[in-house]
Antibody, heavy 117, light 110 residues
Framework: QVQLKESGPGLVQPSETLSLTCTVSGFSLTSYSVSWVRQPSGKGPEWMGR???????AYNSALKSRLSISRDTSKNQVFLKMNSLQTDDTGTYYC???????????WGQGVMVTVSS | DIVLTQSPALAVSLEQRATISCKTS??????????MHWYQQKPGQQPKLLIYEGSNLASGIPARFSGSGSGTDFTLTIDPVEADDIATYYCQQSKDYPDTFGAGTKLELK
């Protein structure tokens, strides 16, 4: 069945770089797109960016200068790197499999990231 | 960016109907498709897709959930409400970049 699982550090120092990995199973990264979505505690989700099935990428303009999304199809993994982290980057980070017209039909369990010294 | 506006909370009685609204700052329809989707989120869990393209029920979702609307005004209806439906509901548009979400409507018991 379709599964996505995020991994990465739970604590990041301010001004440092966040690196997260999304490991997927049950589908091919060359057939489906994967997005990263984050959610501060008690707030609505925020779409961060997308790795298209063809290898192209799209980013939220609010984060574009700090964000990079890449993949390794041989390992079924999608990567997120975001630099210059600040305290308002604290929240739960999810990877999702895009569905019909960029709805998000499958979500990972999420990884909680705290930006603090 | 397209802004999605939802009421913060809605109080409802069990076995009654709940209607949750989402208003968008721009039209999210294109060529007859509504790029509007709805999610349910319970505390400590990831969001779950309920409705896609405005009115299509996602796989495994009970038929008491339905979506309607077009243009800039959309509604998620739960009829009848069951205890398991107490959660926060988010709308999301994918018509224009960036995809954006509403702030959520918390469904509470009256």
């Amino acid at each position: 069945q379709v599964q996505l699982k995020e991994s990465g550090p739970g604590l990041v120092q301010p001004s440092e770089t966040l690196s997260l990995t999304c490991t997927v199973s049950g589908f091919s990264l060359t057939s489906y797109s994967v997005s990263w979505v984050r959610q501060p505690s008690g707030k609505g989700p925020e779409w961060m960016g997308r790795m298209w099935y063809d290898g192209d990428t799209a980013y939220n303009s609010a984060l574009k200068s700090r964000l990079s999304i890449s993949r390794d199809t041989s390992k079924n993994q999608v990567f997120l790197k975001m630099n210059s982290l600040q305290t308002d980057d604290t929240g739960t980070y999810y990877c999702t499999r895009d569905g019909y017209y960029s709805s998000y039909g499958y979500w990972g369990q999420g990884v909680m990231v705290t930006v603090s010294s | 960016d397209i802004v999605l506006t939802q009421s913060p909370a809605l109080a409802v009685s069990l076995e009654q109907r709940a209607t949750i609204s989402c208003k968008t700052s721009q039209n999210v329809d294109n060529y007859g498709i509504s790029y509007m989707h709805w999610y349910q989120q319970k505390p400590g869990q990831q969001p779950k897709l309920l409705i896609y393209e405005g009115s299509n029920l996602a796989s495994g979702i009970p038929a008491r959930f339905s979506g309607s609307g077009s243009g800039t005004d959309f509604t998620l209806t739960i009829d009848p409400v069951e205890a398991d439906d107490i959660a926060t509901y988010y709308c999301q548009q994918s018509k224009d970049y960036p995809d954006t979400f509403g702030a959520g409507t918390k469904l509470e018991l009256k």
